[in-house]
């Protein structure tokens, strides 16, 4: 055994040495061949290349440690970078490293594309007449249906070379490779049953390797057919949600529009963002394949069985398949408009909740418990009622469905295999078979069994598809529920983003947003406002409230305003009107660019504090990596807090970077001096405060707004507070007039102001001589109503133990 051992090792080497030899011959032969400058110039090639992939490579490795090590800086400080183009580049955190994710923006040509597509839809049926589709689209298989989906997808499929192009051809692959797998099953199975017939224990065998090997394969293919499916979901949500957020959240203030203006979709945004959404995708994602695998699948199918049972076979199987489907979609239910209603009593049931978590405090004040209760549980049967009357509709419908297409199909399946047997002329391959074995008996039942089973597993397979089909008729409405709420939320958008209005009905409204002719203009020095109507506007299509007929002022810099009046005259609106929250109806209105150096920022009434750290507060709305653009340290955030009164929180909460629900953990005052701490950090050149300092003592006041003016902050302060004047140049007093619609603007400390308090002293002094006469008559009133009055007319002393309360003269002072 050495002996051969070592005969063997030897060969190896001779044979191995004369292919060496072969090859380097001939490698020579063809060098010899080749000219001298071929040579040179396939060495100089050579070299070249490895320089430039060494370099390559060098720039490679020191580009993605300066990511590495960028990404590290970026996680710790939890923020990001602002790319040229607009996007920006997050680091995500995995394991030991960092992962490089670029959000692009959406481009705003894109939006103008989009438009046309949910603003100006085609007059098709289900679409109304083609000005408002969203609000008057009955969700259902229609066109309405296919134009909104098909709108959809050229959100979620921008072009073919996307990601998300990319994942369904994957899916698609799969799924042909899983139909593939399942014509090799059936036959398979026949072979297995044939061998276990014929008592062949070798071929059995040798059947259950194979068998064992492809169900590994296929269980593979199911599994990543599955994870593909939640892949597309998710790639189809993240389009689709990057969309509707840049969309949302912009410049043109179009979160406070959807809700306070157009009132299209009512206060349940948030429901339509997360949970409708959501349900869209994955039914878009599911819908791909529960009707294109089945479709590709009855089509093989069909077309294996038409070879093995023959025409007649074939035609009963599609006329079963067309009577099944004529007869469930004349028997199902709307599940669309149903899935469309329930999703809407959702949204109300949710927003009863949201509405409750904001205002915890006042309901708990109040002690109104057992009434938000009572609101909760009547939405909530108003839900249950509409879920369970749904339910009952299935289950009709289920039980129908249940015997058409698993009972009744499995019997027309069995007819359908027969026919090769009790009728070979019409039983295609199989009635072929069996007539060319009726002169011998030998195999004959084996070869039966072995195409029965071959047969059942293909009908089997085939009226899985079809009804998966069936099903997906469900699934469809369903669908489209889904797609009308969200089409729904994407063109409310799109027409609050372009101010697309129409007039209704030809009922023309004044100060609807259909009446909008005003001008707001960016980048001046100044605040100003030529001719303008203060207008509360009105829900899309109502008109708006007059507040002021028209407002005519402006303010430079240097020059602080007061706006002052009584309450419901409009003193915020003018700050909305500024803010560009509320339309311009008429005139024009210039101020500066947002906020930033030389720019305009605003203090509103409810201080908003925002999640993250206690940096984050004092920058809002800059992130880190702003504050550090604009050389801006925590020294500087120190000396903010101190000049705003609020130098103690660092160390009373722990650091800059601790969390917290800072609403809930600062007080009010506290609250609003942050607002001057943010005022005081962007410094800007003008400043509107409404009721900024409601909360905060009389000499923190004074110091906050001194501060502001040595900053060179020019500040218009909207607040009912006389004592504020002193901090002012001029004062816009709202609420003039007999009918309270006037103004008046005027510098204050002249003569005419002073004359005005004057008067109200005066005023004040009159009332004061008249306490004696009002005292006395509310002893009066206090001995009526002490009295008893008895039948016959008399009255009775009032019991001992009441006393009626005199006034002392000090109190009532």
């Not at 000219?35 to 020191?62: D, H, Q």
């Not at 680091?91 to 603003?119: C, G, M, Q, W």
């Not at 597993?457 to 099903?471: E, H, I, N, V, W």
Request: hydrophobic fraction near 40%; include cysteine; proline fraction near 3%.
């Amino acid at each position: 055994m050495a002996v051969q051992s070592t005969l063997r090792h030897t060969a190896a080497e001779d044979a191995l040495a004369a292919f060496v030899d072969k090859w380097t011959d001939l490698f020579k032969t063809r060098l010899r061949k080749t000219s001298r400058t071929t040579r040179i110039v396939a060495t100089i090639a050579l070299i070249t290349s490895i320089v430039l992939g060494g370099e390559g490579a060098r720039r490679w490795w020191k580009r993605k440690r300066h990511e590495r090590e960028q990404g590290h800086k970026l996680v710790r400080t939890n923020s990001w970078l602002h790319n040229k183009d607009g996007s920006r580049t997050i680091y995500v955190p995995y394991k030991d490293r960092t992962s490089k994710v670029v959000i692009n923006n959406t481009d705003p040509l894109t939006f103008e594309a989009h438009r046309r597509l949910f603003l100006n839809p085609p007059r098709v049926s289900g679409l109304g007449n083609g000005t408002v589709p969203s609000a008057q689209a009955k969700p259902g298989l229609n066109l309405a249906f296919l134009h909104q989906f098909l709108s959809l997808m050229s959100i979620m499929i921008p072009r073919w070379s996307s990601k998300e192009a990319g994942l369904l051809l994957s899916h698609a692959m799969f799924l042909m490779l899983r139909t593939y797998l399942s014509l090799v099953v059936a036959r398979l199975d026949g072979e297995l049953v044939r061998d276990l017939v014929a008592g062949n224990g070798k071929a059995l065998a040798l059947g259950l390797l194979k068998w064992c090997g492809l169900g590994g394969f296929a269980s593979y293919t199911n599994a990543m057919i599955k994870f593909l499916e939640s892949k597309v979901s998710i790639a189809f949500r993240t389009r689709l949600t990057r969309y509707i957020h840049d969309l949302y959240l912009n410049d043109n203030l179009n979160y406070y529009k959807l809700v306070n203006l157009d009132g299209g979709i009512g206060h349940s945004a948030d429901q339509f963002v997360t949970q409708d959404l959501t349900l869209f995708c994955a039914a878009a994602a599911s819908i791909y394949s529960s009707l294109g695998k089945p479709a590709v699948d009855i089509g093989v199918f069909s077309f294996q069985l038409y070879r093995s049972l023959g025409p007649l076979a074939v035609t009963g199987l599609f006329s079963t398949y067309f009577l099944t489907a004529s007869i469930l979609r004349r028997l199902s239910p709307p599940f669309g408009k149903l899935k469309a209603v329930e999703g809407r009593k959702e949204g109300d049931f949710r927003s009863l909740h949201a509405r409750l978590i904001a205002n915890a405090e006042e309901v708990a004040f109040y002690g109104g418990a057992d009434m938000e209760k009572t609101f909760l549980n009547k939405e909530f049967k108003s839900l249950k009622s509409w879920m369970e009357s749904i339910y009952m509709l299935k289950i009709r419908y289920n039980i129908l469905e249940d015997f058409i297409l698993k009972y009744s199909w499995s019997a027309y399946g069995y007819l359908f295999a027969s026919l090769p047997v009790f009728l070979p002329a019409w039983g295609g391959f199989g009635g072929v078979a069996e007539m060319a074995e009726l002169a011998e008996s030998s195999g004959r039942e084996r070869n039966r069994m072995k195409e029965f089973i071959t047969n059942k597993r293909l009908m089997l397979s085939c009226a899985d598809a079809g009804g998966r089909m069936m099903y997906s008729i469900k699934d469809l409405s369903e669908l489209a529920g889904h797609t009308s709420r969200v089409y729904t939320l994407i063109s409310t958008l799109h027409r609050v983003h372009a101010d697309a209005y129409k007039i209704r009905g030809g009922n023309y409204e004044l100060y609807s947003l259909s009446d909008v002719q005003g001008t707001i203009q960016k980048g001046f020095d100044g605040v100003r406002l030529e001719h303008v109507p203060v207008v509360a506007p009105g829900l899309w299509p109502q008109g708006g409230e007059e507040l002021l007929d028209s407002l005519s002022l402006i303010v430079r810099s240097g020059e602080h305003v007061l706006i002052s009046g009584p309450n419901g005259v409009g003193k915020s609106a003018i700050a909305r009107i500024l803010a560009g929250m509320w339309p311009v109806y008429r005139g024009l209105v210039s101020r500066p660019k947002d906020i930033g150096q030389d720019g305009i920022m605003f203090l509103p009434q409810r201080p908003y504090l925002s999640p993250g750290t206690l940096r984050d507060q004092v920058i809002y709305p800059d992130g880190h990596n702003d504050m550090i653009e604009k050389r801006k340290s925590e020294i500087d955030l120190r000396r903010v807090l101190d000049e705003s009164r609020l130098g103690y929180l660092p160390e009373r909460e722990g650091g800059w970077d601790t969390r917290k629900e800072w609403k809930d953990v600062l007080s009010g005052g506290e609250k609003q001096r942050m607002g001057f701490a943010r005022l005081l950090y962007h410094e800007p050149r003008y400043a509107i405060i409404d009721e900024g300092t409601s909360a905060v003592s009389s000499d923190v006041e004074g110091l906050l707004y001194e501060t502001c003016k040595e900053k060179g902050i020019t500040l218009i302060t909207i607040s009912t507070r006389a004592s504020l004047k002193k901090y002012h140049t001029y004062n816009l007093i709202l609420g003039e007039g007999e009918r309270g619609d006037e103004w008046e603007f005027e510098r204050i400390g002249t003569e005419k102001e002073k004359m005005h308090v004057e008067k109200e002293l005066q005023d004040l002094r009159e009332r004061l001589s008249r306490v004696d006469e009002w005292r006395e008559r509310r002893e009066e009133i206090e001995k009526e109503l002490a009295a008893v009055w008895t039948e016959d007319g008399g009255s009775l002393n009032a019991p001992s133990y009441i006393e009626v309360d005199q006034p002392t003269p000090s109190s009532e002072s």
